[in-house]
């Protein structure tokens, strides 16, 4: 969901199943005070990238869009089609074998084989072109026997929405109101927050978190607004995409006008310096898959056989009517306290067995599709096909065969950096896991065996990792004495970036300053990994200037007995922090 902001406070607190105990910790940047956090899923390859924004000292998405660039030109075989566009697929049976794309900039229409597909455009696209099953709206109560669900089914959907960008200039600004601007009143208006001036109006129970979102994300001027949004008024939210998009630039230039001319709203000195004309789809199509999450799965903190994925964000589902229920707060949430896991049969469709998907579209009821679509989890899920996708091409079967290698999907992810709340690496492979710990100091509670508990996060208010007792000039020491001599070729280090800081690619000046720019101080920045066979060094390699928080060091294959990370400086913390070890032959 590209348009959504996110709760101001929103951001993974890595429990296992139950309630979360993280504690949200001092912000440099903001005004601080003690606030409950929502749980909000990170993916690890979003993170990588997000930290390499960070580390350029900007939190713009026109550098977000280059460093998405340069990760995919280096990718090794990854092949990337840019400015192109799906519009139809080859069938064989029942399974996809190709599909037709069009290069809008070099005029050429591509035909892309493969043995396996994965849906991650939104809409569902290739699953409708490939006829998949798919659902749209709202399904009925008993069907699941969702306790918020509407009594009867019906196709109530989330609008679009339309975002724009103000600056503050100093002196008065003067606005004037083009034609195609639709007027709003205040009384329209009254249950939106549209400035730190007019406080909205609430009606009936609302939930925390509701007013969480909307008493920060929309109380300012220079930025917004998520409930700028229309679901259009026939039934297919697709088709009518163009038409919602002209009803929308109306309405958020009437929005502007209403915060320029409409009275007081404290945007005297504000001048429009941009407006987006891409809407931001929430919902359309979902896929079905092998399994169908529902709200009963998110709010019981549901951990599954076959979790590939979680999410924590709260059930969001706006009101139909979009902007113009003007009598209806924007959204009713429903929020809860833990994390759900999400199974690898939702991502899975049901009828095309060489089909996947990942994002919005998979397979969820609307009550659950409330919280899977947020990007946070729609990345992790992702992540998760995209791996299983790579098993399958190793074993030389299809999606539906992958629950005979479901553990290993699990562990892979495991050892990528992926949490799956419920499980721990058990991965037979790493030698770390028998290997005896010590380190040269420790912080009571952070003992350094914590680096091969399984948990490479916090989680039930427990730090799972090794925290040295400050750094001696001769930098501080974890090692590994292994079971036996082994041939080793990989050292997995996890570090700490502290998950308590979000990291958002936002125009928002408020969400910019909530956030730390540069390297998190507590990320190791230079070590050293030495191999050794009794007294004797076999290996060595040294790394400096470390800025993410997975890090791989690799050796030619050598023989030893035992591993030792030295750290010598951090970014700035006064103790070495590690999650995670791991070892490999």
């Known amino acids: ?95 996809i074998r190709e599909i037709d794309a069009y290069q809008l900039t070099t005029e050429t229409h591509w035909q892309i084989r493969g043995n396996i597909f994965i849906d991650c455009t ?3 696209t290739l699953g409708y072109y490939a006829g998949a099953e798919y659902r749209t709206g709202s399904e009925g109560r008993a069907e699941f ?54 406080e909205a109006k609430t009606k009936g129970d609302v939930d925390k978190a509701y007013l969480r979102m909307t008493s920060y994300s929309t109380s300012s001027v220079d930025y917004g607004y998520w409930w700028i949004e229309l679901p259009g008024k026939t039934e297919d939210i697709i088709d009518e995409y163009e038409e919602i998009r002209d009803e929308l630039v109306s309405c958020i230039y009437g929005v502007w006008d209403h915060l320029k001319n409409g009275g007081d709203h404290g945007a005297e000195n504000y001048d429009l310096e941009w407006v987006g004309m891409l809407p931001g789809v929430r ?64 991502y899975c469709s049901r009828n095309i067995p060489n089909m996947m998907m990942a994002g919005r579209n998979i397979s969820a009821t609307k009550m659950a599709m409330g919280s899977t679509r947020v990007m946070g989890t729609c990345a992790i899920g992702g992540q998760a096909a995209g791996t299983a996708a790579a098993l399958c091409i190793k074993y030389h079967c299809g999606p539906k065969d992958m629950p005979e290698h479901m553990e290993e999907l699990q562990q892979l992810l495991l050892k990528d950096d992926c949490y799956i709340p419920g499980y721990r690496n058990t991965d037979p492979q790493d030698l770390a896991r028998t290997a005896q710990i010590s380190a040269t100091s420790a912080r009571e509670g952070f003992a350094p065996e914590k680096v091969i508990n399984g948990v490479s996060r916090d989680e039930n208010g427990i730090r799972n990792m090794w925290s040295s007792d400050g750094i001696s000039p001769e930098g501080e020491t974890l090692t590994l004495k292994l079971a036996s001599v082994k041939k080793v070729s990989q050292v997995r280090l996890t570090f700490d970036s502290n998950f308590n800081y979000p990291i958002k690619i936002t125009l928002s000046k408020k969400r910019q300053l909530q956030q730390r720019i540069g390297v998190p101080p507590e990320l190791v920045k230079d070590y050293t990994v030495t191999l050794w066979r009794g007294e004797q060094k076999m290996a060595e390699q040294k790394v400096t200037e470390n800025d993410q928080r997975q890090n791989v060091v690799t050796f030619e294959p050598t023989e030893c007995d035992k591993v030792t990370i030295t750290i010598h400086t951090t970014n700035g913390e006064k103790d070495v922090h590690i999650y995670e070890v791991r070892v490999y032959s």
């Open 1 to 95: 969901d590209k348009t959504e902001e996110n709760n101001d406070e929103s951001n993974e607190k890595s429990e296992k199943t139950d309630k979360y105990g993280m504690t949200d910790e001092k912000n440099e940047n903001a005004k601080t005070q003690k606030k409950e956090i929502i749980p909000y899923p990170i993916c690890s390859v979003v993170a990588v990238f997000k930290m390499l924004v960070r580390i350029l000292n900007t939190l713009r998405s026109r550098i977000w869009d280059m460093v998405l660039f340069t990760a995919v030109k280096s990718q090794p075989h990854l092949t990337v089609y840019l400015s192109t566009a799906m519009e139809d697929c080859r069938m064989e049976g029942n399974e």
């Open 122 to 124: 939104g809409n569902a």
């Open 145 to 198: 026997n969702e306790p918020d669900a509407p009594e009867q089914a019906n196709n109530d959907r989330m609008g679009n929405t339309l975002l724009f960008k103000a600056v503050d200039r100093g002196h008065s600004v003067n606005f004037k109101r083009p034609k195609i601007a639709r007027h709003f009143t205040e009384e329209e208006l009254k249950y939106r927050t549209h400035s730190a001036v007019h």
């Open 283 to 346: 919902e359309s199509r979902r896929l079905v898959g092998d399994y169908i999450l529902n709200e009963n799965d998110v709010l019981s903190n549901r951990v599954f056989e076959d979790a590939v994925a979680y999410g924590g964000w709260a059930m969001d589902i706006h009101t139909p009517g979009g902007l113009y229920d003007f009598d209806e707060l924007p959204s009713r949430v429903v929020s809860f306290d833990g994390a759900y896991t999400i199974p690898y049969r939702s």
